[in-house]
């Protein structure tokens, strides 16, 4: 599909953005693995998270919509789930792959975990490694741990491990595995990543401790489902942010958005490039209805300069990376970008793809083996982009579309479904002329 962006308008009004997929991934795991009935508010039918439930529903978890939003599941219990008729596909989603492999490391059954070929492109070493060592029985299609991977679950001992590079979603699956596992499983993050899996255990009643960069469960433990509210994904909400500063006269609110620490890095480094962002606090941490701080969001158009985003801050910020690059391209200044590798082995690889689409529209960018190298401001001019079948792609070139000069043509655009179905649409409710 493609989508044609025109220039000029100023943005105003207000968004919604989807509830947070990367809580919504582990919420409908926990919910499975839970004991009763647990309902799930904010629930969109987004590609990855209906890979995860999908894959949850092929082995014995029964789950409904009771409405627009609302999702119920019947919990199987800590180790009911059950192996499943077939194999179960993740698409395109690496945190369904990746939190399953922990998940089904540790159940008594039998899976195939397979994805499509960009997934299957994708490394997951790091993940098979440190399960393997927790006595998980799983072959991959080959040393570097590609997909599809068998596993035969069962029989987990807790483990201590160390792991070589910060991943929410490795750390996640040694979690969820070590639920499962003899003994106790810690895991030490050299810097820390997201950790929506230990707030959420933590909220169900599962003993988890966090100090000094390890995260320390003991097997076996039990819980009750509960109602959870999904908060709107930070990730999305960046776009739109990012687009409210560029375009001249704008205004946007972004309604009830997580903002755990671990993720909102995004607020901050806007705010150090000029960016005016108010939050407003909507729901205390530890509220019932989830472990999630969350609050309502307003971005204003403003004079960007550029910032080094490097070490420590890139975990908490790498899916904002590619619509920070456009924010770039308009700032005053050098940005500079590093220690982001990881943006290699996502959906696309993000470092050469930014590089490629964003130079085409004018900018004056140079990509780097873990980054790239961003000499603001500079004109950008629509044409022709392509994304890469990468949905963050997508949505970072139509933010840059806003500002190019003439009209921009998005090729295959309706990867935005991934994670953001509205997208094109809600651009479009603020005022933008998109076709």
């Known amino acids: ?27 409908l795991i926990l919910a499975a693995l839970g004991e009763g009935e647990s309902e799930i508010r904010g629930f969109d039918p987004l590609d990855d998270s209906l890979r995860t439930l999908e894959a949850l529903r092929a082995c014995g978890a029964a789950a409904e919509m009771a409405g627009p939003g609302m999702l119920r599941i019947a919990g199987r219990g800590p180790k ?39 997934l299957r492109r994708r490394p997951m070493d790091r993940v098979v490694e440190p399960l393997r060592r927790m006595g998980a029985r799983i072959e991959a299609a080959d040393a570097a741990g590609h997909a599809p991977l068998s596993i035969r679950g069962g029989g987990l001992r807790g483990i201590d491990y160390t792991l070589p590079v910060a991943s929410a979603q490795v750390k996640s699956a040694i979690l969820l595995a070590g639920l499962s596992a003899e003994g106790v499983t810690v895991v030490h993050e050299p810097v820390p990543s997201r950790d929506h899996t230990e707030r959420m ?59 755990n620490p671990t993720r909102s890095a995004v607020l901050e480094v ?105 000499e603001g401001p500079t004109p950008l001019r629509g044409v022709t982009v392509d994304a890469h079948g990468d949905h963050r792609m997508a949505m970072a070139l139509a933010v840059a579309a ?17 994670s953001f179905p509205g997208f094109f649409a809600a651009l479009r409710a603020l005022g933008a002329e998109v076709a």
Do not use: Y
Request: charged share 20%.
């Open 402 to 418: 806003l500002v190019a000069k003439g009209e921009t043509v998005i090729r295959g655009a309706e990867t935005v479904t991934k």
């Open 270 to 374: 806007l705010r150090r490039m000029g960016v005016e962002v108010i939050a407003i606090p909507t729901l205390p941490e530890g509220d019932a209805d989830g472990p999630e701080p969350t609050a309502d969001l307003v971005a204003r158009s403003a004079a960007l300069r550029a910032v080094t985003l490097e070490g420590a801050l890139i975990p908490n910020l790498i899916d904002e990376l590619p619509v920070l690059a456009v924010a770039a391209t308009q700032a005053e200044g050098v940005t500079v970008v590093r220690d982001a590798s990881e943006l290699r082995v996502k959906e696309s690889d993000r470092i050469a793809a930014v590089a490629q689409e964003l130079g085409a529209m004018g900018a004056r960018i140079e990509a780097m083996g873990d980054g790239f190298v961003v």
């Open 1 to 27: 599909m493609d989508v044609w962006i025109r220039p000029g308008r100023r943005l105003r009004g207000e968004v919604r953005v989807p509830g947070d997929k990367s809580i919504a991934h582990r919420a």
């Open 80 to 118: 009911g789930l059950g192996t499943p008729a077939g194999v179960l596909h993740c698409g395109l989603s690496g945190t369904t792959m990746r939190l399953l492999a922990g998940v089904l490391a540790g159940q008594p059954l039998a899976a195939t975990l397979d994805g499509d070929p960009p």
């Open 201 to 259: 255990l933590r909220w169900l009643g599962v003993p988890v401790e966090v100090r000094d960069g390890a995260i320390r469960l003991v097997g076996g433990a039990r819980w009750r489902g509960r109602a959870f509210a999904l908060p709107g994904d930070i990730s999305a909400a960046a776009f739109f942010l990012v687009a409210a500063s560029l375009v001249p006269g704008s205004e946007v609110f972004i309604g009830t958005v997580g903002l």
